[in-house]
């Protein structure tokens, strides 16, 4: 099974833009990358998913490398509200979904 | 519109116990997945039901098993109980299947914090 390495945490000023990075080198052709996010105390929530073009939604971006190694969510301009754990995960359906430990953001003040 | 809801929320058990967690899915929402999140790790799959049947499954035993009923809420039940079962269990659900290519977002519960003694 392919998969994905992010950093264990990263942290942002308030309303500076975030760059997560994702590295998934043994993605498999028909996989689809998404993201998930996780707040504390909560289930994940959907962030945003994509196969090979760059995908823009109302929450965030995702720009995904020419040969699918890699992928990075971008938050514009993060909250407090964006502090979580972030999830980076192949599937080509959502029953095989691969979760790894995510990177945990933290939100500056 | 009503969300994911999950129940109980916490649950204590001794180790060769029997355990039942159950989920009600989102409004219009067939398919069902449950997931074990271990303290500190990511969700793991356990399995995933659509339309009452099992459509994938983890690397989860057979003593974790599940249904999903007519009104596509669904049980997870794990039997013989082991210490290692304590975790967060999270339900999601999603429409209109499963067929495709993976564009069904997955809407979660807060999930069962379950504790094994």
């Known amino acids: 099974d392919a998969k994905t390495t992010q950093p264990n945490s990263m942290e942002s000023n308030e309303e500076e833009p975030v760059h997560l990075p994702c590295n998934h080198s043994?993605?498999?052709?028909?996989?689809?990358i998404h993201w998930y996010r996780q707040l504390p105390s909560q289930g994940p929530e959907y962030v945003i998913h994509?196969?090979?073009s760059n995908v823009n939604n109302r929450m965030a971006s995702l720009a995904i490398a020419e040969d699918r190694k890699s992928s990075t969510l971008i938050l514009h301009r993060a909250t407090l509200r964006d502090a979580a754990v972030y999830y980076c995960?192949?599937?080509?359906?959502?029953?095989?979904?691969?979760f790894g430990a995510g990177t945990r953001l933290t939100v500056k003040p | 519109e009503t969300g994911v809801t999950q129940s109980p929320t916490h649950l204590i058990k001794t180790r060769g116990q029997q355990v039942t967690l159950r989920c009600s899915s989102q409004?219009?929402?067939?398919?069902v997945s449950w997931y074990q999140q271990a303290l500190g790790q990511g969700p793991q799959f356990i399995f995933q039901?659509?339309?009452?049947?099992?459509?994938g499954r983890g690397n989860f035993p057979p003593r974790f098993s599940g249904l999903q009923f007519p009104n596509y809420s669904s049980e997870l039940n794990v039997n013989a109980l082991e210490l290692d079962d304590s975790a967060l269990y999270l339900c999601?659900?999603?429409?209109?299947?499963?067929?495709?290519?993976?564009?069904?977002?997955?809407?979660f519960g807060p999930g069962t914090r379950l504790t094994v003694l």
């Open positions: 039901y659509y339309r009452e049947e099992e459509n």
């Open positions: 409004s219009g929402h067939n398919t």
């Open positions: 994509g196969l090979t």
């Open positions: 999601a659900s999603s429409f209109p299947g499963t067929s495709g290519s993976g564009y069904n977002e997955q809407f």
């Open positions: 043994t993605i498999s052709g028909t996989d689809y």
């Open positions: 995960i192949l599937g080509y359906n959502n029953n095989d979904m691969r």
